[in-house]
């Protein structure tokens, strides 16, 4: 499994755009790139995941640099609701091990 | 269509006794997963199941933990003789298949509390 970095904290004002970085530079060629959010208390959400090509739905985009050795989250428009641990996540997609680290706490601040 | 159902959703145990925590999928899903969370930590993955099956158990303790998922009902997490150490959150998720391609989906998870 890819081993991942990512920032401790980041703050974001409400209505801008949130952009969580991750670094997974030994990422493998069948390895995704999975985004999931715990909001405290709550079980982890999944929000996104992609191979190479950018991916982006109702939730987030998904940037993931042309030699996939890192990767960007995009909240379009973060609202207080979106505070919460961003963890990013390598894993191969046959591999139903979810290795989560310590992740990133987003605070988004009125 | 109701997501991945936990409960109880806290629990309080002395030391010595059973918990037993159980974990209805998603509708559809056959695809069972337990994972622990100690407090500050991120979650950690115990076991895989299928139904009647038990995949994966690399996760679980050798000892006092056990887990199930029967033909019928939910899925049980089992630990005996409880510890303080076993104090944690566990979370259950579920899913379609056996990969993670699709994601996961999780419940609220039961908070153990050992005292």
């Not at chain 1, 909001?39 to 042309?66: D, V």
């Not at chain 2, 099956?53 to 939910?74: H, L, T, V």
Request: some cysteine.
């Amino acid at each position: 499994d890819a081993k991942t970095t990512q920032p401790t904290s980041m703050d974001c004002a409400e209505g801008r755009a949130a952009n969580l970085p991750c670094n997974h530079s030994t990422i493998s060629g069948n390895e995704y790139v999975y985004w999931y959010r715990q909001i405290h208390s709550q079980g982890p959400q999944y929000i996104i995941h992609g191979l190479k090509n950018n991916e982006t739905n109702e939730m987030a985009s998904l940037i993931i640099t042309e030699d996939r050795k890192s990767s960007t989250l995009i909240l379009p428009h973060a609202t207080l609701r979106d505070t919460a641990v961003y963890y990013c996540i390598a894993e191969g997609g046959s591999n139903y091990k979810l290795t989560f680290g310590k992740g990133t706490l987003l605070t988004v601040n009125p | 269509n109701a997501g991945v159902m936990q409960n109880p959703r806290h629990l309080v145990r002395r030391r010595g006794q059973e918990a037993r925590l159980r974990c209805s999928p998603m509708k559809g899903h056959s695809h069972v997963y337990w994972y622990r969370q100690l407090p500050e930590e991120g979650l950690k993955f115990m076991v895989y199941l299928q139904k009647e099956n038990i995949i994966d158990e690399s996760g679980m303790p050798k000892e006092r933990f056990s887990a199930e998922f029967p033909k019928e009902g939910p899925s049980i997490l089992r630990i005996q003789q409880v510890v303080r150490g076993d104090s944690a959150a566990y979370f259950c998720a579920s899913s379609l298949r056996d990969t993670s391609n699709y994601g996961y989906t999780f419940g609220s998870g039961t908070r153990l509390t050992v005292v």
